[in-house]
């Protein structure tokens, strides 16, 4: 059966993770990875699994003869600002793992399949990809006046990238929670955490709920989104069942729902602590995957 040809244009961890789920798929051939290191060790891995590579950029990509019909950018938000454009010009759809939000935000268990003509897609942030399916879960039971995240990664797993981009991370996912998951607003708090051995990413959810609202059918929506989630990430979990609060002045009334969960890597490339990477990458490959099985189909 014919697959869709791919290139990734990173070769850091997250790319590198990436091309071991990708490698995985019934309808994604990874033919390229690009970087723009020759010395970069994810390109030599890429090369030895037989990939065509090159530390020469987007142009060199461009340039190929069967350019690729699926391109995933695990780079910076600044180059795939530049980038976007010259993909969108090729015809090639583009999965966005940077924080650049081109493209609409994207998260596979809420938003798709209505995505999927995009041009391109953007994945938010790994506490967005946690979270947000689970206030959709409870916003399309009752209306969610107010909703905030708390995702705890494990200091071991926030590279400089997250390190630098922390305010650009609460800003995005606090939006995403509004446009995504329902909420009428959104709070988004992250927490790296130096313990050792290194943790495993937990996430906590709040949600504001009418003190009036069906709470069993609550309960039954968010366990329905978790395992819709862990169709192509495996290691998330709910770590108890939802916790209910009573209404409360302070809450303008409102009662609340506490949600807790872990997110644990499924060890592709990544450790298993490293689940707020993973998710990333599991995430973009289901996006992947659905696009290409649709150009698969049409051919």
């Known amino acids: 059966m014919r697959k869709a040809i791919a290139a990734i244009v990173g070769p850091g961890n997250i790319g590198t993770d990436l091309l071991a789920k990708l ?8 033919r390229y990875m690009v970087g723009v290191d020759p010395a970069s060790d994810g ?9 065509e590579t090159s530390a020469e950029g987007v142009d060199w990509l461009l340039a190929r003869a069967e350019p690729p019909e699926l391109v995933f950018e695990a780079t910076s938000a600044k180059a795939h600002l530049a980038n976007a ?23 596979p ?8 003509d995009a041009a391109n897609l953007n994945m938010i942030t790994c506490g967005g990809q946690a979270t ?10 009752t ?18 990238g997250t390190r630098a981009n ?3 991370f609460t800003e995005t996912t606090a939006h995403a929670i509004e446009v995504v998951g329902g909420a009428a607003r959104g709070k988004a708090i992250i927490i790296i955490n130096p313990v050792e051995p290194p943790m495993i990413m937990r996430d906590t959810v709040f949600c504001a709920i009418d003190p009036g609202a069906d709470r069993d059918a609550i309960t039954a929506s968010i366990e329905r989104m978790v395992a819709t989630v862990q169709e192509y990430v495996p290691g998330y979990t709910l770590k108890a069942p939802p916790q209910y609060d009573e209404p409360r002045p302070g809450w303008n009334g409102q009662a609340r729902v506490a949600v807790f969960l872990e997110v644990a890597g499924n060890g ?27 150009k698969v189909v049409a051919a």
């Open 43 to 51: 390109l030599a891995r890429a090369a030895q699994l037989g990939l």
């Open 143 to 160: 209306p969610v006046p107010y909703a905030e995240i708390v995702a705890s990664v494990s200091s071991r797993s926030a590279g400089p």
């Open 166 to 168: 922390i305010d650009e």
């Open 23 to 30: 490698r995985r798929s019934q309808f994604v051939d990874v």
């Open 132 to 141: 947000i399916p689970i206030v959709h879960a409870v916003s399309r039971v």
């Open 85 to 107: 454009p010259r993909y969108a010009e090729a015809g090639i759809q583009a999965i966005d793992l940077t924080p650049a939000a081109i493209g609409p935000l994207t998260c």
């Open 109 to 116: 268990a809420v938003t798709l399949p209505e995505q999927l």
């Open 268 to 294: 592709d490339y990544l450790p298993a602590y490293a689940g707020n990477l993973d998710i990333m990458t599991a995430a973009a490959a289901r996006v992947g995957e659905l696009l290409a099985q649709r």
